[in-house]
């Protein structure tokens, strides 16, 4: 099935993690847009870090490039040291948040209720909440992945109605298991659990939305294999780690069959 059969613009989003100074953002940047289609039939974002936000932003003005956070807070303002509201965010000219990454839920404490929280805030501040669900290679084993879904899905989207989340809403299916690791799933494996995801939507949101909802890739994404993967019925695009750490691994990935 090839992309536009899917009725859904693909989007590869990049998320640099704690990598790139601003000025190497900068760098990463100006040789994206050199290589870039100004028609591309492919969404592209970059997600650095925060202290690069604001040079990341201004190098991608005039560009098809959308540039996202890696995280959000769940208050508006207030006394909490160390932490980012959706209005701080907006405000510099970033479109959208991943939330509820793996390895915020492993290293940070994030938790299907915090990420719910978040993903209120996203909506209320303007901005477009990529959401993060996936199982470890332990719940895999244990066959307990369509359940940890369900409930990270329940709970995550607890609150979220059709129309909020027709607006705004992305979700990103990454088996932690497959993330920093070079193992990849299979595209039959990941296509399987795209299609859950969107089966148990089904559930919360009308039908019309579950179809139009983009559904990301996220686990060890590189232009080897991006072409089996992105062409599966359910995958909508990618949320790219290590590959999107250089602009021509990056292209490569969204210019996955020469689009």
């Known amino acids: 099935m ?17 990598y790139k100074t601003g000025a190497e953002a900068v760098e990463f940047i100006e040789e994206l847009k050199e290589l870039l289609s100004s028609d591309s039939a492919v969404d592209v974002t970059l997600a650095p870090s925060f202290t690069s936000l604001e040079a990341a932003i201004q190098a991608a003005q005039g560009s098809s490039i959308s540039i996202a956070a890696q995280n959000v807070f769940w208050e508006q303002e207030g006394a909490f040291t160390g932490e980012v509201s959706a209005t701080m965010l907006k405000s510099m000219g970033v479109k959208q948040v991943i939330i509820g990454h793996s390895e915020r839920r492993q290293y940070f404490g994030e938790t299907d209720e915090t990420v719910n929280r978040r993903i209120k805030a996203a909506l209320s501040g303007g901005l477009v909440p990529i959401v993060c669900v996936g199982e470890t290679l332990e719940q895999r084993e244990a066959g307990q992945i369509f359940k940890i879904l369900k409930t990270q899905l329940e709970t995550g989207l607890e609150g979220i109605d059709s129309e909020a989340a027709r607006r705004t809403l992305i979700l990103a299916y990454e088996p932690v298991w497959a993330i920093g690791t070079g193992k990849t799933a299979t595209p039959e494996i990941v296509q399987e659990a795209h299609k859950f995801i969107r089966e148990t939507l089904q559930d919360r949101f009308d039908k019309g939305l579950v179809s139009s909802l983009r559904i990301l890739y996220g686990g060890s994404v590189k232009p080897e294999n991006a072409a089996e993967l992105l062409t599966q019925p359910d995958i909508d695009g990618g949320l790219v780690g290590g590959a999107s750490l250089r602009p021509d691994v990056f292209y490569g990935i969204i210019n996955y069959k020469g689009i």
Not at 2 to 18: E, H, P, Q, V
């Open 2 to 18: 090839s992309a536009m059969s899917k009725n859904r613009r693909l989007l590869i989003a990049g998320n640099w993690k704690m």
